[in-house]
């Protein structure tokens, strides 16, 4: 007999392998089809025929199923207990804890002391251990010691406080293995400075004087003070060389201890050059079939060559991308397919920018228009408001336009809108640079995308029509010529010529009367004999005019009233 198959009716199961052949659709959904249909091939069918299915976010942090699984999935935060500045996370018996485990640790220091340095320090309990311990090492204490030491009373070990709990165990572990050197900064007491330390020891670096404590020694006992690593790692991780190495004028280069590195290293420093050790050793490695996600240095080795997908497992970024373009998963589609798509999108959007360049939108109703001919001066035909076609804002009238751009006065409106323009050449302005910016926008965000793959048509402004064979052609005026002024007329000058005219013609008319009334008084010539007949001298004629004799007015009647007649 054969051994009996496995059941496959169990939801895990069925919804492990519709994961497997879909791996972006929502879980919550995959199991709502898989309750429905019953069957995996139902499910995966479903999914085939609504490519709009809910998705996950494929790129980013993924969204754990209940709080359980998230504190076991998600590394917990690594905080820096030595810092003042963060936050303060413990509960209502954080502070008495702190103090009465402090006056445990210090027992010689007195109490008022010891508050003081708990309250410089934000009543954080690391910070203030530290300090503490610095300053009982100095050659001069900033306090009177107590002759007899401190006893605890056992009051503490009646509450608790977890943060305080977690806090302490850090502080014990690190003081064990060496990674914290308690230094005095920032104390309103006395501090360590390079000037105050008489038997120092001098760094090979910056060869200034400092407690031995501070100092960081390579394998061959060459020291150097914490300021100068820190400054020297942060160099080299920068160009992702974890190579830190001795640099001794005698040529020393052996690597400095990975314990000597996290006494200065803080915790972003140590995690960068942990994660840059490891790049650099798993790439010297050379390892066969090793694959880089592409949008996090997760690293696996892929042994199946057929296989089209890189599923990254790492936690803050679970990316599934394509293996062959290293985008990000667009099956059943081809990378050719996807990549036709792409340039297509960027055409669209770069068209769409076009046309919204070209478009006018009413400020007040958002009706869109736009203008064929006429001034700048807009009446939106949905609501009647007036509207600027140049800026777009909302105008009252004419008072927003320069409506003589080229008049003498026009520097002072110069920042005034045109009322009058070429519509077409605005128009192709306007379009070409939003096509140019759009053009930038896209290849920002998609570097690898070639400027002549999204290439569009640009319009361009039509010429003037030339005159029709046979006619003059009309001279229109340009608006970007200066228009002629008359200069200011002198009044005096013009009023004095107008009266010299007026005399002069006076005087010609008195010299034309006078000549002609002296013509009156030449003799006719004596006429010549007609048909043989002797002629008879006629004496000259003279002109009698009458006197002028002013006529009377006329009489003026009185009226005779007319006798009203009596009816009978």
Same mark, same amino acid.
């Given at each position: 007999?054969?051994?009996?198959?496995?059941?496959?009716?169990? +939801?895990?199961?069925?919804?492990?392998?519709?994961?497997?052949?879909?791996?972006?659709?929502?879980?919550?959904?995959?199991?709502?089809?898989?309750?429905?249909?019953?069957?995996?091939?139902?499910?995966?069918?479903?999914?085939?025929?609504?490519?709009?299915?809910?998705?996950? #976010?494929?790129?980013?942090?993924?969204?754990?199923?209940?709080?359980?699984?998230?504190?076991?999935?998600?590394? =917990?935060?690594?905080?820096?207990?030595?810092?003042?500045?963060?936050?303060?996370?413990?509960?209502?018996?954080?502070?008495?804890?702190?103090?009465?485990?402090?006056?445990?640790?210090?027992?010689?220091?007195?109490?008022?002391?010891?508050?003081?340095?708990?309250?410089?320090?934000?009543?954080?309990?690391?910070?203030?251990?530290?300090?503490?311990?610095?300053?009982?090492?100095?050659?001069?204490?900033?306090?009177?010691? &107590?002759?007899?030491?401190?006893?605890? &009373?056992?009051?503490? @070990?009646?509450?608790?406080?977890?943060?305080?709990?977690?806090?302490?165990?850090?502080?014990?572990?690190?003081?064990?293995?060496?990674?914290?050197?308690?230094?005095?900064?920032?104390?309103?007491?006395?501090?360590?400075?390079?000037?105050?330390?008489?038997?120092?020891?001098?760094?090979?670096?910056?060869?200034?004087?400092?407690?031995?404590?501070?100092?960081?020694?390579?394998?061959?006992?060459?020291? *150097?003070?914490?300021?100068?690593?820190?400054?020297?790692?942060?160099?080299?991780?920068?160009?992702?060389?974890?190579?830190?190495?001795?640099?001794?004028?005698?040529?020393?280069?052996?690597?400095?201890?990975?314990?000597?590195?996290?006494?200065?290293?803080? #915790?972003?420093?140590?995690?960068?050059?942990?994660?840059?050790?490891?790049? &650099?050793?798993?790439? !010297?490695?050379?390892?066969?079939?090793?694959?880089?996600?592409? *949008?996090?240095?997760?690293?696996?080795?892929?042994?199946?060559?057929?296989?089209?997908?890189?599923?990254?497992?790492?936690?803050?970024?679970?990316?599934?991308?394509?293996?062959?373009?290293?985008?990000?998963?667009?099956?059943?589609?081809?990378?050719?397919?996807?990549?036709?798509?792409?340039?297509? #999108?960027?055409?669209?959007?770069?068209?769409?920018?076009?046309?919204?360049?070209?478009?006018?939108?009413?400020? =007040?109703?958002?009706?869109?228009?736009?203008?064929?001919?006429?001034?700048?001066?807009?009446?939106?035909?949905?609501?009647?408001?007036?509207?600027?076609?140049?800026?777009?804002?909302?105008?009252?009238?004419?008072?927003?336009?320069?409506?003589? +751009?080229?008049?003498?006065?026009?520097?002072?409106?110069?920042?005034?809108?045109?009322?009058?323009?070429?519509?077409?050449?605005?128009?192709?302005?306007?379009?070409?640079?939003?096509?140019?910016?759009?053009?930038?926008?896209?290849?920002?965000?998609?570097?690898?995308?070639?400027?002549?793959?999204?290439?569009?048509?640009?319009?361009?402004?039509? &010429? @003037?029509?030339?005159?029709? +064979?046979? !006619?003059?052609?009309?001279?229109?005026?340009?608006?970007?010529?200066?228009?002629?002024?008359?200069?200011?007329?002198?009044?005096?000058?013009?009023?004095?010529?107008?009266?010299?005219?007026?005399? !002069?013609?006076?005087?010609?008319?008195?010299? !034309?009367?006078?000549?002609?009334?002296?013509?009156?008084?030449?003799?006719?010539?004596?006429?010549?004999?007609?048909?043989?007949?002797?002629?008879?001298?006629?004496?000259?004629?003279?002109?009698?005019?009458?006197?002028?004799?002013?006529?009377?007015?006329?009489?003026?009647?009185?009226?005779?009233?007319?006798?009203?007649?009596?009816?009978?």
């Amino acid at each position: 007999m054969e051994p009996p198959k496995p059941d496959l009716d169990i +939801p895990q199961d069925q919804l492990r392998q519709v994961l497997e052949v879909v791996p972006d659709v929502q879980p919550e959904y995959a199991q709502e089809l898989l309750t429905e249909s019953k069957t995996v091939e139902a499910t995966l069918n479903a999914l085939f025929e609504n490519p709009a299915y809910p998705k996950v #976010d494929r790129k980013g942090k993924r969204k754990a199923e209940d709080p359980m699984d998230q504190e076991r999935g998600q590394p =917990k935060p690594k905080i820096d207990y030595t810092t003042t500045e963060r936050p303060t996370l413990g509960g209502p018996y954080y502070y008495d804890l702190a103090l009465e485990q402090l006056q445990v640790d210090f027992p010689l220091t007195p109490k008022p002391y010891i508050r003081s340095v708990l309250l410089l320090k934000k009543g954080l309990y690391v910070p203030a251990h530290l300090q503490l311990l610095a300053d009982s090492k100095l050659p001069i204490l900033p306090y009177k010691r &107590k002759v007899i030491a401190y006893r605890s &009373k056992g009051k503490a @070990a009646l509450v608790e406080d977890p943060e305080f709990t977690t806090e302490r165990e850090w502080l014990v572990l690190k003081l064990q293995e060496g990674a914290l050197v308690p230094i005095a900064t920032g104390s309103s007491q006395q501090s360590i400075t390079p000037s105050d330390v008489e038997d120092g020891i001098e760094c090979g670096c910056c060869f200034t004087s400092y407690p031995f404590e501070k100092m960081i020694q390579c394998p061959d006992a060459h020291l *150097f003070c914490s300021e100068c690593m820190v400054s020297y790692a942060e160099n080299l991780l920068g160009s992702h060389n974890p190579n830190i190495v001795c640099m001794d004028q005698s040529g020393c280069k052996l690597a400095f201890p990975d314990s000597e590195l996290r006494r200065f290293l803080d #915790d972003k420093l140590l995690e960068l050059y942990e994660r840059v050790k490891q790049r &650099k050793e798993i790439e !010297m490695a050379g390892l066969e079939g090793l694959e880089e996600c592409p *949008f996090c240095e997760y690293k696996v080795v892929i042994e199946n060559l057929e296989e089209k997908l890189f599923r990254c497992e790492r936690e803050e970024c679970g990316a599934v991308s394509c293996r062959a373009c290293k985008k990000l998963d667009h099956l059943p589609k081809s990378c050719k397919e996807m990549e036709a798509e792409k340039l297509l #999108d960027g055409r669209h959007a770069i068209e769409e920018a076009m046309t919204q360049a070209l478009l006018r939108n009413c400020p =007040k109703c958002e009706k869109a228009f736009i203008k064929e001919a006429g001034c700048n001066k807009m009446t939106c035909p949905n609501c009647r408001t007036l509207s600027c076609y140049v800026c777009r804002k909302v105008i009252t009238g004419y008072d927003h336009f320069n409506q003589n +751009p080229n008049a003498p006065q026009a520097s002072a409106n110069s920042n005034k809108c045109l009322l009058w323009d070429q519509v077409e050449q605005r128009h192709a302005d306007e379009v070409k640079a939003a096509a140019e910016r759009a053009t930038e926008a896209y290849r920002r965000e998609n570097p690898d995308v070639a400027q002549e793959d999204i290439k569009v048509d640009l319009p361009v402004a039509p &010429k @003037a029509p030339a005159p029709l +064979p046979g !006619m003059q052609a009309l001279m229109v005026p340009r608006l970007d010529l200066p228009i002629p002024v008359r200069p200011p007329l002198d009044v005096g000058a013009l009023a004095a010529e107008i009266i010299n005219e007026h005399r !002069m013609g006076a005087a010609q008319r008195d010299h !034309m009367i006078r000549q002609w009334v002296g013509q009156q008084h030449v003799p006719a010539p004596i006429p010549q004999p007609i048909l043989g007949l002797p002629a008879v001298a006629v004496p000259p004629q003279r002109l009698h005019v009458l006197p002028h004799i002013p006529r009377a007015p006329p009489v003026q009647q009185a009226a005779i009233p007319r006798a009203r007649r009596r009816r009978r």
